[in-house]
């Protein structure tokens, strides 16, 4: 089992930047697929990033692709998400999600994931 805690979230502008970061507890962190997915008011939770066991794969949804970047640091238990040029669109609530189990082609599922993080607020105003 694990417990993730996001923390980075804020209030940014158009265009500025923002690091997510995500805690993971646990001595096996290295054993989790590891994602990011965000979830705006009235919407469905929309997949942003997926990253593997080892940090070698990524996987970006189209929205940012090319803005995102995901990266790991399993000696420190953490996952990260680096958002650049930032649109009003990427105004949400972002959770960390773990999977012990995820095959590719499940990476975007949210079913896939069964540990999930309290989730924090990044508001991109115009």
């Known amino acids: 089992q694990v417990h993730l805690v996001e923390s980075g979230g804020g209030l940014v502008q158009t265009g500025d930047s923002l690091r997510l970061s995500c805690a993971a507890s646990?001595?096996?962190?290295?054993?989790?697929?590891m994602a990011w997915f965000r979830q705006a008011p009235g919407k469905e939770r929309e997949f942003v990033s997926a990253?593997?066991?080892?940090?070698?794969?990524?996987y970006y949804g189209d929205s940012v692709k090319g803005r995102f970047t995901m990266s790991r640091d399993n000696s420190k238990n953490m996952v990260y998400l680096q958002m650049n040029s930032l649109l009003p669109e990427d105004t949400a609530v972002y959770y960390c999600?773990?999977?012990?189990?995820?095959?590719?082609?499940?990476?975007?599922?949210?079913?896939?994931?069964?540990?999930w993080g309290q989730g924090t607020q990044v508001t991109v105003s115009s």
């Open positions: 999600a773990a999977s012990s189990t995820l095959i590719l082609s499940q990476e975007r599922s949210h079913t896939a994931y069964a540990y």
């Open positions: 990253i593997g066991r080892s940090g070698s794969n990524t």
């Open positions: 646990g001595r096996t962190f290295a054993n989790y697929a």
